[in-house]
T-cell receptor
């Protein structure tokens, strides 16, 4: 039962470098989300997707891009990493509908030096 | 916009003590409410949920009742164990633009249970 899988689990980048975080889910969920978790601030939504080929901005989208080319995958990209993007990133997925809970991956810890 | 306010932590209790973690919210419409738990080094797991006023969610001895009149969803457990030590997040299901939804989280409350 894989659920939601995030890769990599840890990464250290230098300012200005780019990278892509991968999220994969095997539950056939329509909706997928990227959050960042910072101390004392809970989780904040970066981008989300309600289906293959569609994405939308969340609360803190600046500096990030996303793509959902396949239903099971949701990629988060940092084109030019900044120290302010040091955080723990969580991917989640859910069925459609307001009452549906979200299922989370174990997170990616990203440090930008 | 929608928001969730949780009590500040950490909350430190002895084993078998009674637990209450306060959560209040501001939202338009009728959101669903959730409690998630995060154990060290892991992602968030759904603990319980309630989808309409006066609903009570329960799981693993934890309970929370959706109180629309006080806009609250307080988490309670009658007797905590060391294994309950974790960070607890209250969340509500918000509608984003174009009718799509996402979760709005509180800042989390760390619970430490001592033997």
């Amino acid at each position: 039962n894989a659920g939601v899988t995030q890769t990599p689990k840890f990464r250290v980048l230098k300012t200005g470098q780019s990278m892509t975080l991968l999220c994969a889910q095997d539950m056939n969920h329509e909706y997928m989300y990227w959050y960042r978790q910072d101390p004392g601030m809970g989780l904040r939504l970066i981008h989300y997707s309600v289906g293959e080929g569609t994405t939308a901005k969340g609360e803190v989208p600046d500096g990030y891009n996303v793509s959902r080319l396949k239903k099971q995958n949701f990629l988060l990209g940092l084109e030019s990493a900044a120290p302010s993007q040091t955080s723990v990133y969580f991917c989640a997925s859910s069925l459609a509908g307001m009452r549906q809970p979200q299922h989370f991956g174990d997170g990616t810890r990203l440090s930008i030096l | 916009g929608d928001s969730v306010t949780q009590m500040e932590g950490p909350v430190t209790l002895s084993e078998e003590a009674f637990l209450t973690i306060n959560c209040t919210y501001t939202a338009t419409g009728y959101p669903s409410l959730f409690w998630y738990v995060q154990y060290p080094g892991e992602g968030l797991q759904l603990l319980l949920k309630a989808t309409k006023a006066d609903d009570k969610g329960s799981n693993k001895g934890f309970e929370a009742t959706y109180r629309k009149e006080t806009t609250s969803f307080h988490l309670e457990k009658g007797s905590v164990q060391v294994s309950d030590s974790a960070v607890y997040f209250c969340a509500l299901s918000s509608f984003m633009d174009m009718g799509r939804r996402a979760l709005t989280f509180g800042s989390g409350t760390r619970l430490q249970v001592q033997p």
